[in-house]
């Protein structure tokens, strides 16, 4: 059974710094690119950040470089988002995403609430 599990989130006042993480199980973890996404009340779903399946290349949205890090460790076979000098608008639900380009096969996580507001 393909499972992405989160973990991570909360309140959060602005300026600060929380990191999530999302276990993966199911499939084989080191032949996909991570993703997380987010997606604020109102407001489509935003790619924030990709590492693709060996770490060797990252991307981040504008809104987020600078600020936000994605990792992964294939061994524990689970993906990280450090997110630093958080801002109100990066309220949202951030979701973990595991795609693989050769067989369009895409997982999702469940989602977890980030919320930065004093």
């Known amino acids: 059974q393909v499972q992405l599990v989160e973990s991570g989130g909360g309140l959060v006042q602005p300026g600060g710094s929380l990191r999530r993480s999302c276990a993966a199980s199911?499939?084989?973890?080191?032949?996909?690119?991570m993703k997380w996404y987010r997606q604020a009340p109102g407001k489509e779903r935003e790619l924030v950040a990709t590492?693709?399946?060996?770490?060797?290349?990252?991307n981040y949205a504008d809104s987020v470089k600078g600020r936000f890090t994605i990792s992964r460790d294939n061994a524990k076979k689970e993906v990280y988002l450090q997110m630093n000098n958080l801002k109100p608008s990066d309220t949202a639900v951030y979701y973990c995403?595991?795609?693989?380009?050769?067989?369009?096969?895409?997982?999702w996580g469940q989602g977890t609430q980030v919320t930065v507001s004093s």
């Open positions: 199911g499939f084989t973890f080191s032949r996909y690119s």
């Open positions: 590492i693709t399946s060996t770490g060797t290349n990252r």
């Open positions: 995403n595991a795609y693989r380009d050769a067989t369009k096969y895409e997982y």
